[in-house]
Structures are given as structure tokens and as C-alpha cells.
């Protein structure tokens, strides 16, 4: 986002000064970098608002399952058997595989590829991490972060 930002202002300062054979091939160019940081940026939104969707459906179907186990515990309480029998044995049985399916599609997202919302490392906040945790938790824990986030794709030190 800071990048294309920058780009946008250069982009701004050239398009004033568009004289010369170079200002233009610059301009030019600018203009391609835009378009590509612009396209990864909309794909890391998108993945992100995929993940923080399936987080929604995944904690409103938990919150779900809280409210009818209440609901069932009041009418065991009040001696509804009927009532308690009908949300245990059938909206909290549908309620658990709604959960399930949550879970999967939710598990399918972030581990296919590297969650934004789990822990998208990127190279200078992986270091700061380690900086930071490095006098708490000994070298070892820095580097099975590193070792971590390098098998899981996300990070590529090279």
C-alpha cells in the first residue's frame, strides 16, 4: 500500500513534467509497476476478506451453538423434554455440522496458502519478531519461527 502510494505521487510529480523522451518511458513504466502492485493488492484483499468471512460464519455458528446449549439447559431445567430433546437432537446436531463445515472451509483457505489473517509473515516483521522474542525465548525459539514460516511458504529469506 506505501508503495503504491509512492508510485501514485511519483506518478503525479512526472505527469507534470511529461517534456522529455525519458519522463515519458518513466511515466510508462510507472504506470505497469501501478497496475501490478494494484492487481496484488486486490488479490491480498480478496484472501482476505475470504478469510475474515469464513472467521464471521465460523464465530456466529459458535455463538449459535452457545445460545441453543442455554436454551437446552432452561428446558431441562423446566421439565421440557420435548423442547430440550427437539434443539439437542436436531438444531444443535445441524448447528455442530454447520461448525464442521466452517472449520473445513476455513482450515482449506489458510492452509493452502499463507493467511493474512494467521500470521502473513513477511521478511522484516519475521526479524523484528525474532529481535523481540529473541532475549525472552532464547535463539532456538527465533529460529523454529524462521524454520516455521519458511515450510509453510510464507517467508523466503534468499
Known amino acids: 500500500m506505501l508503495q503504491i502510494l509512492q508510485l501514485e505521487m511519483e506518478r503525479l510529480s512526472l505527469a507534470k513534467a511529461v517534456s ?14 501501478l497496475k501490478k502492485l494494484k492487481g496484488e493488492q486486490a488479490d491480498l484483499t480478496k484472501q482476505w476478506r475470504g478469510e475474515k468471512d469464513d472467521m464471521e460464519r465460523l464465530q456466529s455458528v459458535k455463538e449459535e451453538i452457545d445460545r441453543v446449549n442455554l ?15 427437539e434443539l439437542k437432537y436436531g438444531t444443535l446436531m445441524d448447528l455442530q455440522k454447520q461448525l464442521k463445515g466452517a472449520e473445513v472451509a476455513l482450515e482449506k483457505q489458510v492452509g493452502t496458502v499463507c493467511s493474512l489473517l ?7 516483521n519475521l526479524l523484528q ?16 519461527l524462521l524454520h516455521f514460516w519458511m515450510y509453510k511458504g510464507c517467508l523466503n529469506l534468499t
Not at 20 to 33: E, F, I, N, T, V
Not at 118 to 124: E, L, N
Open 20 to 33: 522529455d523522451r525519458a519522463s515519458k518511458q518513466r511515466l510508462q513504466a510507472l504506470d505497469g509497476q
Open 71 to 85: 436454551e437446552i439447559q432452561g428446558a431441562e431445567r423446566d421439565y421440557d423434554l420435548n423442547r430440550a430433546a
Open 118 to 124: 494467521f500470521g502473513f509473515a513477511y521478511k522484516d
Open 129 to 144: 519478531v525474532g529481535t523481540i522474542c529473541s532475549p525472552l525465548f532464547g535463539s532456538t525459539y527465533t529460529d523454529s
